[in-house]
């Protein structure tokens, strides 16, 4: 039995006792809920994470040419892991068991290989996307299709342990984070939750009453909080937020899918996060997004930045673009 790995427990009133066990012993963990764990993961700015892979697969492969590549390799990739298990040490204990799992471990010293350990990086990143999307649809009340759009929610896999002393009390192990944010997403989607997007920040919480909620408790502006800034402000004000910041959830989402659809076989594509286009764009539209709500971006400037048109929205530019030609031509 291999040992590594993050074992939680799920009490009754949704709490989730986590304890990970690296190579050098357990590391003790705050406990947590479901709710908390999957918008804490939404919240957080990978971006880093996104472009240390990029640059990593800018190095892969690259000893055909250049003898030194294999050591540029190697430095960059023992940088990085070094970097992640100082900012991260759940998703890099995992990254480690998911390589030991693997039956044919990549020998990185070949371009092959190389190229091989890379891939497995951009797939750590994975449960960014998935949270992404579920979340995304359940705060829109879309209904979640196992069929098609939500197939990753289909199965988990952990290893069930259950704690004999004087209960039945199950705990599971994961070794791969992808699998521990679906089981948590499959537990989340049972419990029908109530997921709301701010009104104002546009990122998501759960309302602790049944009182109707329109802003959340995070600090946006001047240390206050949305539920502090936002009723202060004029209707116009908070109507121009709301657009901005729905227009970066909407964006994101609508990146994802053509990301994902750009596969030959959809149902097995999982999006490339390390794409050069998408972390550009993320990078770039959460620094605006930010920015406008400390007030220091104008609605215009920002939205500038974010907007992205839509593939129909690109069609009738080009054509509008060529009718104005054609005219401009026969007069
Ligand atoms: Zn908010």
Same mark, same amino acid.
């Given at each position: 039995m291999k040992n590594e790995g993050l074992y939680i427990r799920?009490?009754?009133?949704?709490?989730?006792?986590?304890?990970?066990?690296?190579?050098?012993?357990?590391v003790p963990l705050a406990d947590t809920t479901i709710a908390e764990e999957l918008i804490g993961l939404?919240?957080?700015?990978?971006?880093?994470?996104?472009?240390?892979?990029?640059?990593?697969?800018?190095?892969t492969g690259s000893w055909i040419e250049?003898?030194?590549?294999?050591?540029? *390799?190697? =430095?960059?990739?023992?940088?990085?892991? &070094?970097? !992640?298990?100082?900012?991260?040490?759940?998703?890099?204990?995992? #990254?480690?068991?998911t390589y030991e799992d693997l039956d044919e471990k990549p020998d990185y010293r070949t371009p092959e290989?190389?190229?091989?350990?890379?891939?497995l990086l951009t797939e750590s990143m994975a449960p960014d996307y998935v949270v992404d999307r579920t979340l995304y649809a359940l705060s829109k009340q879309t209904a979640i299709d196992l069929d098609d759009e939500h197939? *990753?929610? =289909?199965?988990?896999?952990?290893?069930? &342990?259950? !704690?004999?002393?004087?209960?039945?009390?199950?705990?599971?192990? #994961?070794?791969?984070?992808?699998?521990?944010?679906?089981?948590?997403?499959?537990?989340?989607?049972?419990t029908t939750p109530n997921l709301i997007s701010c009104q104002f920040c546009g990122r998501y919480f759960t309302p602790k009453t049944r009182k109707l909620t329109k802003y959340c408790d995070r600090i946006t502006r001047n240390s206050k909080t949305c539920k502090r800034i936002a009723p202060g402000l004029k209707?116009?004000?908070?109507?121009?937020?709301?657009?901005?910041?729905?227009?970066?959830?909407?964006?994101?989402?609508?990146?994802?899918?053509?990301?994902d659809r750009a596969g030959e076989d959809k149902k097995s594509?999982?999006?490339?996060?390390?794409?050069?286009?998408?972390?550009?764009?993320?990078?770039?539209?959460?620094?605006?997004?930010?920015?406008?709500?400390?007030?220091?971006?104008?609605?215009?400037?920002?939205?500038?930045?974010?907007?992205?048109?839509?593939?129909?929205?690109?069609?009738?530019?080009?054509?509008?673009e060529l009718t104005l030609e054609t005219a401009a031509t026969q007069s």
């Open positions: 799920l009490l009754l009133d949704g709490t989730i006792k986590r304890r990970l066990v690296t190579i050098l012993g357990e939404i919240d957080t700015n990978n971006v880093p994470m996104y472009q240390a892979i990029k640059d990593i697969w800018s190095y250049k003898p030194i590549g294999l050591r540029e *390799f190697e =430095r960059v990739l023992g940088n990085y892991l &070094h970097w !992640l298990r100082n900012r991260n040490l759940i998703r890099y204990t995992l #990254f480690m068991t290989g190389s190229m091989k350990l890379a891939n197939h *990753f929610l =289909r199965e988990s896999s952990c290893v069930t &342990h259950y !704690l004999l002393e004087d209960t039945m009390e199950e705990e599971y192990q #994961f070794r791969n984070e992808e699998q521990y944010y679906i089981f948590l997403l499959q537990q989340y989607i049972l209707k116009r004000e908070r109507d121009a937020a709301h657009k901005v910041t729905s227009e970066f959830m909407r964006i994101k989402d609508m990146l994802f899918h053509r990301k594509s999982v999006i490339d996060l390390a794409d050069g286009e998408y972390v550009q764009w993320l990078a770039a539209a959460t620094d605006a997004r930010d920015r406008y709500l400390a007030g220091e971006l104008s609605e215009e400037e920002a939205m500038a930045i974010i907007y992205v048109p839509t593939k129909d929205e690109l069609l009738e530019q080009i054509s509008s």
